[in-house]
């Protein structure tokens, strides 16, 4: 079936109430009606990447007004009983139709069953709470105070455990709050993912600690904000991102935005005295990017035009970002260029100790400046929390010292504070309860991913120091992006890899990376 534009609704509608739609007209209908959506969500997106990029100060008032009109119409339409109506019927006849539309109509129909469990009274008190949630995030920042936020966490996560109890689950209240980011995934899965955290990696970062450091300190210098933007271009171009389909702007915080597969956006931040920060924000943004951007055109506004999960989506940056970007082969073909453009900062450095220093690791406090390795005991930490404080094992008011005593377990690292710790991010203040697992299985995956890769394209790692990303990139199109979410991620990875996701993977890559950059 063609992708149908909004100029072709006109040609599918019945002649006249009394002839029925067969189910190709109704099918029609249903993408009319989700393309629909997708346009007012499109127009968000742009409403809110115009706010981080573009927006005078001034506007805020009534951008807020703006964005907020829009999502009561996208509400409007998905609330709508007609839309309901339509995927019902489609759902029951569903064996007509061809793989892809009946897949549309299965995932549709699983989302509409999720969203009447939700009525107008519970979604209305969840929003005042996580706009309460929001603002005592703010003041307790201010203050530096988690008694501040104390009482609106609180009733933040029995309105969690609310909206658990509505949409049900078997085993655990998390699963149900893990549906909204990574579909089809339960702690049960999770759980021995996790282990290999707890059991493996917290034995190997301490024996990494205990042995000499690596020089990074080469990054710190002073690095012009014009050169930075002008390499992080090239970077991006590299990767074989589409500028004719996206462009690459500055905001506080790097992100990726996309309206459709034709026109996908990303954005850096620059530090001049630390290189770091703009050219690993551009290779991770810029993974996400190329999966937007391959994403099947055709299926735009409906499932299959979109990603699978957070895990999925997470995984496509991490292989670029970690396995692509923090490689000794990438630059091997990106060294001698850097230098050409930073040779005072780069004087005495060459590619192999330019590679020893973007590996180096460390423990820290702070989750985003974490190193690849210790990344994911910061994610370890709030998964074990989140699950504690969902079934009610763990009150809020012992959350604090437990955060804290988890941080001197796994990390050897004293919380002097609340802004350095339990008050670091804002996910919890936003109702993300169930989104940190998802920032660990993205590079579980792309671990996975990466070898069967290697396994599939022998010559990679040479095409990749010889500057050519061109196979790779295909790879991932073939057998990653093209398919939208016409599959959940265990059925994805297990048809890409030929099994379902192992720690394992992610074991043997840091193992033989880090084994043999700090020789153990």
Known sequence: MGFITSSHFSQIAPLTKNIPYTMEQKYQSYVEKMQ????????????????????????????????????????????????????????????????????????????????????????????????????????????????????????????????????????????????????GARVAQLDPLFDG??????????KIRDRATLNDDFLYQHYPHQLQWDFGLQLLE??????????????????????????????TMIRENNFGVMTWSCLHEGGHALYEQGLPVDQYGLPCGKYVS?????????LWENHVGRSYPYWQAHFAHLRSAFPEQLATIDARQFYQGINKVVPGK?????????????????????????????PVSSLEEAWNQKYLDYLDVTVEHPNEGVLQDIHWAHGS???????????????????????????????????????????????????????????????????????????????EKYGELYDL
Not at 68 to 88: F, G, M, Q, Y
Not at 244 to 256: K, V
Not at 310 to 318: C, K
Not at 475 to 501: D, M, S
Request: hydrophobic share 35%; with cysteine; proline share 4%.
């Open 197 to 206: 955290v707890r059991e493996h990696l917290t034995e190997f970062a301490r």
């Open 366 to 394: 702070i989750r985003i400046e974490a190193d690849e390795l210790h990344y994911h005991f910061h994610v370890l930490i709030r998964y074990e929390l989140e699950k504690a404080l969902i079934s009610g094992e763990l």
């Open 36 to 183: 629909q959506i997708m346009d007012l969500q499109a127009s968000i997106a742009v409403l809110s990447w115009d706010k981080e990029v573009n927006m005078p100060a001034k506007g805020a008032r009534h951008r807020g007004q703006q964005v907020a009109t829009l999502s009561a119409l996208v509400h409007e339409k998905l609330i709508d009983p007609a839309l309901e109506e339509l995927v019902n019927e489609l759902y029951d006849h569903r064996a007509k139709l061809d793989a892809i539309p009946a897949k549309n109509i299965e995932r549709s129909w699983d989302t509409l069953q999720r969203v009447k469990k939700l009525d107008e009274d519970f979604v209305r008190r969840r929003s005042l709470t996580i706009s309460k949630a929001y603002h005592g995030w703010l003041e307790a920042r201010e203050a530096n105070s988690f008694q501040t936020f104390q009482p609106h966490l609180e009733a933040l996560l029995a309105i969690k455990r609310e909206e658990a109890d509505r949409q049900g689950y078997e085993d655990h209240p998390y699963d149900a709050l893990l549906e909204e980011f990574e579909p």
């Open 433 to 511: 309860v169930g989104y940190f697992p998802t920032y660990s299985l993205g590079s579980f995956y792309a671990a996975q991913f990466y070898a069967t890769a290697k396994q599939e394209i022998p010559e990679l790692e040479a095409q990749i120091a010889d500057s050519k990303n061109g196979k790779l990139l295909q790879w991932l199109r073939e057998n990653i992006h093209k398919h939208g979410h016409f599959y959940q991620a265990e059925e994805l990875c297990e048809r890409v890899t030929g099994q379902f996701l192992q720690y394992d993977y992610f074991r043997a890559y840091v193992e």
């Open 310 to 318: 957070l895990g999925i989506h997470e995984s496509q940056s991490r």
């Open 238 to 267: 590299n990767m074989g991102y589409d500028f004719g389909a996206g462009r690459q702007d500055r905001s506080p915080h790097p992100f990726t935005i996309n309206f459709s597969p034709q026109d996908v956006r990303v954005t």
